[in-house]
């Protein structure tokens, strides 16, 4: 399970997820034989709206392989109960677990889960509140926000917001999809980059890295200075030019590139960030104002439960992974030009 990591006034501060563990026989109960009274309430809270989300969410996972037992009732966002529910316990994203707390005393070690991870499941009114968190690694669950997600949709055009940390190895791995993605979409589409720093990005060099393609992104450049650094990172020592990214490279980069592992150098960004044509003196201004930037970029990830990177928020409504990026954002935007050929599959279903 990925670890999300900020920094905050110098101190590191750590988003971990709840890894399901292996009770022996499935065993999590206080001694209790009757099942029917120890079965939790869970009512689910889903959209209509979302057009790639499920109508449950992996808490679910949770019960199951936890062998405890559980009712689901689901519950509609715009529905009068719906509108009921948000209201009394204050959510702001679907699908929603509401899950009955004082039936959770009779499962001690998940319930000692929820109370270790209170920045992401809140206790109210007699309920735990447990939104996606994507406990499955195999695949990323759609979340959809209620309400707009402030700060990053200011233009007409579709927009898509990258919360990443570009050496985080899934980065790599994926960059082809993202590439794809730009290709089909640049045009069209408004492409930005937040940084949800990892254990992969504690020195000075890797957090400048992420801090570039940041300050890129406010001058809308993100795109082409990320094309520039991996034509650094993943370049062939043998027989490749830095200033030109190709398809092996893409693909290889772990393997054909000696720096794959390795962050750029000051040097070799300030290198980047000329070839992508980014404003000197505003990179600058932007690069002086490091914490500033690093703290709130910490903060929208704490504030909006980013809890893995390589999520994209599409038009601030609604989650992504990047290997159904293209179909959740052509399931919103099926006009758009480039939604023609479109695989129609859904993810995680």
């Known amino acids: 399970m990925l670890l999300i990591v900020g920094i905050l006034a110098g101190a590191a501060i750590a988003i971990t997820l709840i890894k399901p ?7 999590d109960t206080n001694a209790v034989n009757d099942v029917q009274y120890r079965t939790v309430p869970i009512t689910m809270l ?3 709206a979302c057009k790639s989300c499920r109508e449950t969410n992996t808490i679910e996972e949770l019960f199951k392989v936890r062998q405890i037992p559980y009712t689901l009732k689901k519950v509609e966002a715009s529905s009068q109960e719906g509108k009921a529910l948000i209201s009394k316990y204050r959510i702001d994203t679907a699908p929603m677990a509401i899950i009955d707390a004082q039936k959770m005393e009779f499962y001690p070690t998940t319930k000692s889960s929820f109370d270790d991870k209170a920045n992401l499941i809140k206790k109210l009114s007699g309920a735990y509140i447990a939104p996606e968190l994507n406990l499955n690694d195999n695949y990323y669950y759609p979340v959809y926000f209620l309400e707009k997600v402030a700060g990053f949709c200011s233009t007409d055009k579709p927009t898509v917001v990258q919360f990443d940390d570009y050496y985080q190895p899934e ?7 993202l ?3 730009i290709r089909d979409f640049n045009q069209s589409t408004d492409i930005r980059f937040s940084y949800a720093q990892t ?9 400048r890295g992420n801090l570039f393609l940041s300050c890129a992104s406010q001058q809308g450049k993100y795109i082409e200075l990320e094309r520039a650094m991996a034509g650094i990172y993943c370049n062939n020592p043998f027989k490749g030019d830095e200033t030109i990214l190709t398809t092996p490279e893409v693909f290889g980069c772990s393997t054909l590139s000696n720096h794959f592992g390795i962050p750029l150098t000051p040097i070799e960004l300030d290198r980047a960030a000329n070839r992508a044509g980014l404003d000197a003196n505003a990179l600058v201004t932007c690069i002086d104002t490091n914490r500033v930037i690093l703290n709130n970029a910490m903060k929208t990830v704490q504030e909006l439960n980013i809890t893995r990177p390589g999520t994209f928020l599409i038009d601030c409504r609604e989650t992504a992974g990047i290997d159904y990026l293209k179909d959740s954002f052509c399931s919103m935007h099926p006009e758009n030009a480039a939604c023609s050929n479109r695989n129609d599959t859904n993810p995680g279903q």
Do not use: C, I, M
């Not at 563990?21 to 065993?27: I, L």
């Not at 992969?200 to 957090?207: L, P």
């Open 21 to 27: 563990p292996v009770q022996p026989n499935g065993n």
């Open 46 to 48: 889903y959209s209509d």
């Open 179 to 181: 590439h794809e993605f």
């Open 171 to 177: 980065f790599t791995s994926k960059r082809a999809l």
């Open 199 to 207: 254990n992969a990005s504690w020195d000075a060099n890797s957090s």
